[in-house]
């Protein structure tokens, strides 16, 4: 077996691990107020961390290329309540025309 799938069965196994031991934590410790507001904004830290790092980056350095174009589309797409599918593709349509044009 090939280190490859050793380190991919580890990680799964630790995965599943703290997701079950985060199962037993008691209900009284989630409910005090500092833990439920971090838990409440933790996704939200996460999600707008990974979004600037997928958009933002490429390897080690900053770049600024289509993709941030494309958030930007969808982030003013999103102010104006666009339905998702729209932001979606809108944001998808620029892009791609961004790249048709030679920038990104």
């Not at 993709?67 to 979606?88: D, K, M, T, Y």
């Amino acid at each position: 077996m090939s280190m490859l799938w050793i380190a991919v069965i580890a990680a799964s196994l630790a995965s599943f691990v703290q997701k079950w031991l985060g199962y037993q934590v008691p209900s009284e410790v989630l409910e005090r107020p500092r833990v439920a507001r971090v838990t409440r904004l933790l996704p939200i830290a996460l999600l707008g961390a990974l979004i600037a790092v997928q958009t933002a980056t490429d390897g080690t350095a900053i770049v600024a290329d289509a993709r941030l174009a494309a958030v930007g589309v969808a982030a003013v797409l999103l102010v104006l309540r666009a339905p998702f599918l729209v932001v979606v593709i809108g944001a998808a349509a620029a892009a791609a025309a961004l790249r048709a044009l030679g920038w990104g």
